[in-house]
């Protein structure tokens, strides 16, 4: 029992466990708060940062303190990395999974309301992606890292004058 008050095995257990609990409250307050910071989520982020770190040092501030903390935030994000390849299940409980938006022109007023998303944002996110109208939309989704996807008919109509290129040339060789 001597090892766990051993003050830098207290620094790497106090920093998995903020590392931890930090990825289960992104987890539950949403995705979409990843997606594109605001000043306001930027703020929030220093914040807490600030605000954990005595947590993760136990008041440590020597050099040996600030790595042991480091090195066990990487080894931590490492090992959940592996574990979410090695079991997809897990990777899913931990990052949770993508959400339809709009289908086929349509908003998903629902999956809206799951998501934490306004039609406004959703509209923003279209825009962004070069499609000017909803029906133009064939889906778009809040993928896992809090960004959202467009596909349009315009795509629809790349990727086949793609594929025709790329016939077009498979068949000249």
Known sequence: MQFFHNSYVSIILSSIAVYL?????????GKKELSQLSVFDLVFILLISNAVQNAMVLGDNTLFGGLAAALSLFIMNFILKRLQFKFPKFGRLIQGDAIMLVYHGKIIPSHLRMAGITEEEVMQAVREHGVALLSDVDLAVLEVDGNISVLSNDFKKRTNRRRKAHKVLAEQN
């Open 21 to 29: 609990f930090i990825i289960l409250a992104i987890r539950l307050f």
